[in-house]
């Protein structure tokens, strides 16, 4: 169990254009989702964290205008780069929360998506 | 700021060899460290979920030890396969935000 999609796996888009990426639990449900980018050689960096029926908690430096996260139901939440410029080119991953906050904090990943804006 | 940091980067060894590599955390404000394999293409796949000083898990031929105190952990793999070649994350869990991931060793097992 504990499976988290992702789609689409890659997506490359003209710079001004938006991108949504779809995040879901197949198999749980999950109040809170996190989103993460990875640059090349680099830790994979929290974005922001996502909470069903609530607004995201977005990191120091994340544009909360830029990086729109829905979290509609509790089993997905969507992240839309809004206006994309070539140096938001990078590799985004999400992640699910089983059951509630608190505990170790074990997060099932998506297989993220690679995104190139031209 | 919270500094995770895994070494080396990158390790090539041959099948049938025995390797490790380690996670170094802030031991202040310790929760939980977690190890995550991830294969090219696919989710990272949680391996284990550590808590207390002195832990040891195994999956395996995959183990790994937790020294809170002083801040590491390490990763064992005994007869590696090809299959065991993707990277390995570690992150570091306070209870109160989300994981802090270091940047990976990646494993490369020749046949």
């Known amino acids: ?118 | 700021i919270l500094n995770v940091e895994q070494s080396p980067q990158s390790l090539h060894v041959q099948e049938g060899d025995s390797t490790n590599f380690t996670c170094s955390f802030p031991s202040s404000n310790f929760y939980a460290l977690h190890w995550y394999r991830w294969e090219t293409a696919k989710s990272p796949e949680a391996l284990f979920v550590m808590t207390l000083n002195g832990d040891e898990k195994k999956k395996g031929r995959i183990s790994a030890t937790l020294n809170t105190k002083e801040g590491y952990s390490y990763l064992y793999i005994k007869g590696s396969q090809p299959e065991d070649s993707a990277t390995y994350l570690c992150a570091y869990y306070t209870g109160r935000r989300a994981l802090t991931f270091g940047s990976g060793t990646r494993l490369q097992v020749q046949p």
Request: aromatic share 10%.
């Open chain 1, 1 to 118: 169990g504990a499976v988290v999609s992702q789609h689409p796996s890659r997506v490359i888009c003209k710079s001004g254009t938006s991108v949504k990426i779809e995040c879901r639990s197949l198999d749980f449900q999950a109040t809170t989702m996190f989103w993460y980018r990875q640059f090349p050689k680099q830790s994979l960096m929290l974005m922001a964290t996502s909470n069903e029926g609530s607004k995201a908690t977005y990191e120091q430096g994340v544009e909360k205008d830029k990086f729109l996260i829905n979290h509609a139901s509790l089993t997905l939440s969507t992240l839309t780069v809004t206006s994309a410029h070539p140096e938001d080119s990078s590799f985004y991953i999400c992640s699910a929360l089983r059951g509630v906050s608190g505990g170790a904090n074990e997060q099932f990943f998506g297989p993220g998506t690679r995104l190139t804006v031209l």
